[in-house]
């Protein structure tokens, strides 16, 4: 079975600083996906990242990128120069491909709060 | 395009009644996606949907939780009778081609 874990409930970092939130995930799935979403307080997912297991370079959307090791079944989040607005509650979480090559469901990750500072 | 529309957004409900909730997804995406979160938990799915018929309903408990989504396109989740501990976050997501999912803005179901 899959599993996501993201062992950080909370963190907290100063504005314009980079912080990194941790993911670590369980499969015996050899071809899946790794994604990271934003939930702010209003409720709404928002997508942010994705990576491919079979990627070799790791996925970067503007201030976001995300380290992936696979080996050790890693997909960390990293945010640099961090802006107030980032203060949210971050998930982590993945989908196995299927036969025909598309993702199924998303598996979550219980989420890290983030708090930014000024 | 627009986004994928839920309705209510939020429902107080006393334990035993019925509640429905509804679910518009992005206009041509196949697969449509019921998820409950519950206070400081990440999403759990409860039904999956491709076009109008069921992938996976594993997770939905069936003696009181239902879900259609006839023609294909828009879907109603209910849950009848409601407890206590249906109280959460119902998020609709739908998703078309590679990893393309699109969340609503959920509907918060207090159960009293």
């Known amino acids: 079975a899959q599993k996501i874990t993201q062992t950080q409930p909370g963190m907290f970092v100063q504005e314009k600083e980079a912080v990194t939130l941790d993911c670590t995930y369980d499969?015996?799935?050899?071809?899946?996906?790794l994604f990271w979403y934003k939930q702010p307080s209003s409720g709404e997912m928002i997508f942010l990242i994705y990576q491919g297991s079979y990627d070799e370079q790791n996925a970067t959307e503007g201030r976001y990128s995300l380290n992936f090791q696979k080996a050790r079944k890693s997909a960390n989040l990293v945010i640099s120069a961090s802006q107030l607005g980032d203060s949210a509650m971050y998930f982590c979480a993945m989908s196995p491909r299927g036969i025909s090559g598309g993702y199924n469901k998303l598996i979550f990750g219980a989420g890290t709060r983030l708090a930014v500072h000024p | 395009e627009a986004g994928v529309a839920q309705s209510p957004r939020y429902k107080i409900i006393e334990k035993r009644q019925s509640v429905a909730f509804w679910c518009n997804p992005i206009?041509?995406?196949?697969?449509l996606y019921w998820y409950q979160q519950i206070l400081g938990q990440g999403p759990k799915l409860l039904i999956q949907?491709?076009?109008?018929?069921?992938?996976?309903d594993s997770q939905l408990p069936k003696d009181r939780f239902s879900a259609e989504r006839l023609k294909g396109v828009d879907s109603t989740l209910k849950i009848q009778p409601a407890k206590l501990e249906d109280s959460a976050v119902y998020l609709c997501?739908?998703?078309?081609?590679?990893?393309?999912?699109?969340f609503g803005s959920g509907t918060r179901l207090t159960v009293v």
């Open positions: 949907f491709q076009n109008n018929g069921v992938v996976d």
């Open positions: 499969t015996s799935d050899q071809s899946y996906g």
């Open positions: 206009s041509g995406h196949a697969t």
């Open positions: 997501a739908s998703k078309g081609n590679n990893y393309g999912y699109t």
